[in-house]
């Protein structure tokens, strides 16, 4: 059984890059809800899967499935360059 210290690293190493991607994906989505009522204009606030809710009277909107048809977009021109 190794050493509690080596044993806290290793679980620190797995926990890091799981941050990494949660981080990104809270960054991505207030960039798409920043961006949204410029990206409607194109159509890509109204697919399906988006959604938006009225809170205390303001909206807040929800851009899951815009939020993956960008990234696929992205996926794809990333692959390409």
Request: net charge positive; aromatic share 4%; no cysteine.
């Amino acid at each position: 059984m190794p050493p509690p210290a080596i044993a806290a690293a290793g679980a620190k190493r797995s926990v890091q890059p799981m941050l990494k991607w949660l981080l990104t994906l809270v960054v991505a989505l207030v960039v798409l809800t920043v961006l949204a009522p410029g990206l409607r204009r194109y159509g890509l606030g109204r697919l399906p899967g988006d959604i938006t809710v009225r809170v205390n009277g303001r909206d807040v909107y929800l851009p899951f499935t815009t939020t993956i048809v960008l990234s696929l977009l992205l996926t794809l021109l990333g692959r390409l360059v």
